[in-house]
Nanobody, 115 residues
Framework: QVQLVESGGGLVQAGGSLRLSCAASTGTFLTNDMGWYRQAPGLQRELVASATVSGFTYCADSVKGRCTISRDNTKNTVDLQMNSLKPEDTAVYYC?????????WGRGTQVTVSS
């Protein structure tokens, strides 16, 4: 089992930036996708960004151009840099790891963007 711990959420003004970090506590080398989902009140959880172990990265259309995801395989960490934040980016952001048999989730970190 992989435990994921997020950090870096908070309150930021529109147009600002935020960096979220996620650390996986495991003694094994993680070989599958890691990344971030988010869930706003009343909405479904949606994929924000993902990174493969080989370095391929993906950012959803809703954040493309404002999103950078980076993964450190040696430390089992994945970071999400978000720029030019908008009020609609307000959500709980969840780190995830695709364990193959299912998705491991972090507890989530709140990001609130004020207008």
């Amino acid at each position: 089992q992989v435990q994921l711990v997020e950090s870096g959420g908070g309150l930021v003004q529109a147009g600002g930036s935020l960096r979220l970090s996620c650390a996986a506590s495991t003694g094994t080398f993680l070989t599958n996708d890691m990344g971030w989902y988010r869930q706003a009140p009343g909405l479904q959880r949606e994929l924000v960004a993902s990174a493969t172990v080989s370095g391929f990265t993906y950012c959803a259309d809703s954040v493309k151009g404002r999103c950078t995801i980076s993964r450190d395989n040696t430390k089992n960490t994945v970071d999400l840099q978000m720029n030019s934040l908008k009020p609609e980016d307000t959500a709980v952001y969840y780190c995830y790891y695709d364990a193959g048999w299912g998705i491991e989730w972090g507890r989530g970190t709140q990001v609130t963007v004020s207008s």
